[in-house]
């Protein structure tokens, strides 16, 4: 199962947001960027479509894993994941979260890297 598009984040302004303003919380292997939500930023047609109060990115480089399909995998693998937990709920504004892995996570097993993720969304407040 996948995030639905309403959850998923797209767009290199929304990316250049997060990356600048964005709240860091670092793990050993991953860190996540947390923002309040900027319905500016995303596309025309993504505004028209009712706003869900939690909009997610994976970024995972070349440095995790030269292969496509390993990193199709763990970006599926955080998705499923994050679709199934339960995010407190936002005002209006919503909130945005980027997740991205360190090279060092690719030695990491599956089950590692979700606990940690989910270590570093309760120090962030969304859990």
């Known amino acids: 199962m996948v995030l639905p598009k309403t959850l998923r984040l797209k767009g290199y302004k929304c990316f250049d947001y997060l990356y600048k303003e964005g709240r860091r919380y670092y793990g050993p292997s991953m860190v996540i960027r947390t923002v309040n939500a900027k319905s500016k930023l995303l596309k025309h047609k993504s505004r028209t479509m009712p706003l869900s109060p939690f909009k997610v990115a994976v970024s995972i480089s070349h440095k995790v894993s030269k292969k496509a399909v390993i990193r199709n995998q763990l970006r599926r693998l955080f998705h ?48």
């Open 80 to 127: 499923e994941y994050l679709s199934k937990k339960q995010i407190k709920k936002f005002s209006q504004t919503g909130i945005w979260v980027l997740i991205s892995l360190k090279p060092k996570s690719s030695n990491e097993s599956p089950e590692n890297l979700l606990r940690e993720c989910d270590k570093l969304l309760f120090k962030s407040g969304l859990l």
